[in-house]
């Protein structure tokens, strides 16, 4: 599932890398909501998953997330400096223990019985 997620995510990117080749944001000459909601979004992407060997097959999305990040829309309003990944995280699930085997559930607590009111 992750290997079909990332092939999702790299024909998005090459998508929206080709539409950047010739424009600086996504619509018009400056930043719009559009830009913002956009790169926020991606923003994980380029912090977690993204690292320099990707990032060098979408020169425009790069591009584009540095320059909107740089941005006073941005800058002001963020608590620490955005970072580019440099070495991509493990996407790959964690595996399970033996096979049929499920991992060690936590016991669950039966509710406290309410005693009935009598009137």
Partial sequence: AADKAKQHIDRALACVNKELGSRTFLVGDSITLGDIVCVCGLG???RYVLDRKKR???PHVTRW??????QPQFSSTASQPFTF??????????KQGKKGKKAAQP????APKQEKKQE
Wanted: hydrophobic fraction near 40%; charge should be negative; charged fraction near 25%.
């Fill in 44 to 46: 994980g992407l380029f």
């Fill in 56 to 58: 060098a097959e979408i």
């Fill in 65 to 70: 997330v540095a320059t909107c990040l740089g």
């Fill in 85 to 94: 990944c440099e070495e991509a995280a493990d996407t790959q699930p964690a």
């Fill in 107 to 110: 016991e669950k607590k039966a």
